[in-house]
């Protein structure tokens, strides 16, 4: 059974850089036919993809956060991991980490940041 679980810091200043790390256990993110990515959903609004990586460390960002965010990964602790840069308060989400395989599943459970100071 695939499972993700994100971690980091659930309080952020403005200005600062977020940094989540995504735990992923029950399949290697280094397997053929899958990316892994990061989804936030702020407070009242839709959904917004933000990344991903693919299984050869290439990132593909969404060009309205391109250049703020960063994509990485650990191999060797099956993990990935996002950098969200110069974070504002409409940064406030749940953000999660997510495996792309025929669709986005399964996601981890999220996790709550609220930029504020």
């Known amino acids: 059974q695939v499972q993700l679980q994100e971690s980091g810091p659930g309080l952020v200043k403005p200005s600062q850089t977020l940094s989540l790390t995504c735990t992923v256990s029950?399949?290697?993110?280094?397997?053929?036919?899958?990316?892994w990515g990061w989804i936030r959903q702020p407070p009242g609004k839709e959904p917004e993809w933000m990344g991903a990586i693919d299984t050869s460390g290439s990132s593909y960002y969404n060009p309205s956060l391109k250049n703020r965010t960063s994509i990485s990964r650990d191999t060797s602790k099956n993990q990935f991991t996002l950098q969200l840069s110069s974070v504002a308060p409409r940064d406030t989400a749940v953000y999660y980490c997510?495996?792309?395989?025929?669709?986005?599943?399964?996601w981890g459970q999220g996790t709550q940041v609220t930029v504020s100071s």
């Open positions: 029950g399949d290697s993110i280094t397997a053929n036919g899958a990316v």
């Open positions: 997510a495996r792309g395989k025929e669709g986005w599943s399964p």
